[in-house]
Each structure stands twice: as C-alpha cells, then as structure tokens.
T-cell receptor
Framework: AQTVTQSQPEMSVQEAETVTLSCTYD???????LFWYKQPPSRQMILVIR??????QNATENRFSVNFQKAAKSFSLKISDSQLGDAAMYFC????????????FGTGTRLTIIP | EAGVTQSPTHLIKTRGQQATLRCSPI?????VYWYQQALGLGLQFLLW???????NRGNFPPRFSGRQFPNYSSELNVNALELEDSALYLC????????????FGQGTRLTVV
C-alpha cells in the first residue's frame, strides 16, 4: 500500500521569505502523480502544484516549486516570497498513474506566515 | 462552471442516528471520492464511485456506505452514528483523464452529540 509522510506538523516563515515543506512517500509503482494541496480556514482544498513521476523536470507554478527526488521518494514544496495568504494547511498527496484512482494524503503541515 | 457542491454545510446528529451527506460533482466528471477529515488529522479515504459503481473502499466499518446516481451525484450514508464520526467530510470529483487532479467541495461538518 502507498503511504505519504509529512514529518513537519507545523512550520512558520517570515513574510517575503522562503520556506520548504517536506514530503516522502512509499510506493512500488513506477507510474504515479504527486500533488500539493492547500487547505485554508475556509476548508476548501485547492491544488497548488502537480508532478508527474515520469517527468524529470521539477514542476513550478509562480512562487511555488517542487524538488522531486524519485529515487529518494521525496517531494518537497518550496514557497518563495511568502505572503499572508499562503497561511494554510498543506497536504502532500499521491495517486497511481492509471485510471481515476483515489488520492492518498499525508497528515499535513500547518504553515504560519509571520508579518 | 460550477464546482463540486456538497450539502448540507453543517449537520448535527445524535449518537445512534443516521446521517446522509450529498455531493454533486463537476459537470462531466464521472468519479466521486469521499474523505473523512477528523479534527487535526489528515484526509482518510472512505469511498470511490465511478460510473455508478463502488470502485474502492477505505478502512471504515460497513455502517459507512453510499451510492452514485445516474447523474453522477453521490450520497454518503453513515448509520448508527458514533461520537468519533464527528469530522469534516469532503467530496471530490475527477474525470477519466489520468492527469486531471481531483476537485474538492467545501465539505460537510458532521457533529455527533
């Protein structure tokens, strides 16, 4: 069974600084997708960034980027120029790469932005 | 385009009662997923429906059940409610395109007293 581990229950960062959230996963599959979701106090889960396992290039979305280390099964999220609106719970998630498979989530990291 | 909608937003039930939660997926999405998010915890997978069939089930007792209707909307039923069933229940939908992420609703907050 696939597992996703987030070892940082809480993180904080000064506004405008950079922060990295860690995620590791375990799978025997070769084809899969990895995601970072953000859950603000409104409870709405919002996709931040997606990485296809077959792509060697790390995904980037504006201020958000990932460091995908397939051999190490590591998938960290870097947030640059942190903004107050980035404060939220961040969940790392895994999905097998075929069909319409379910997502497996980590336990989340609560990110606080210090003004 | 309307997103995933869930109803009700909040639900308060007494221990032993039954709860029914509803989810309408994004138009064109055939898969619906249910997750339980207990306070301070991550999302635990409950059920996955696709094309009207249950495709997968998480490690939950049989009193958690559901169905998917021909229009792809879905119901989650929780029988014989227990206090520990109090949680946020999130519904998500996706299409068959394997590169498409799951889109989430805003959830139903179930409180069992």
């Amino acid at each position: 069974a696939q597992t996703v581990t987030q070892s940082q229950p809480e993180m904080s960062v000064q506004e405008a600084e950079t922060v990295t959230l860690s995620c590791t996963y375990d799978t025997s599959e070769s084809d899969y997708y990895l995601f970072w979701y953000k859950q603000p106090p409104s409870r709405q889960m919002i996709l931040v960034i997606r990485q296809e396992a077959y792509k060697q290039q790390n995904a980037t979305e504006n201020r958000f980027s990932v460091n995908f280390q397939k051999a190490a099964k590591s998938f960290s999220l870097k947030i640059s120029d942190s903004q107050l609106g980035d404060a939220a719970m961040y969940f790392c998630a895994y999905r097998r790469g075929f069909g319409n498979e379910k997502l497996t989530f980590g336990t989340g990291t609560r990110l606080t932005i210090i003004p | 385009e309307a997103g995933v909608t869930q109803s009700p937003t909040h639900l308060i039930k007494t221990r032993g009662q039954q709860a029914t939660l509803r989810c309408s997926p994004i138009s064109g999405h055939t898969s619906v997923y249910w997750y339980q998010q207990a306070l301070g915890l991550g999302l635990q997978f409950l059920l996955w429906y696709d094309e009207g069939e249950e495709r997968n089930r998480g490690n939950f007792p049989p009193r958690f059940s559901g169905r998917q209707f021909p229009n792809y909307s879905s119901e989650l039923n929780v029988n014989a409610l227990e206090l520990e069933d109090s949680a946020l229940y999130l519904c998500a939908s996706s299409s068959l395109d394997s590169s498409t992420e799951a889109f989430f609703g805003q959830g139903t907050r179930l409180t069992v007293v």
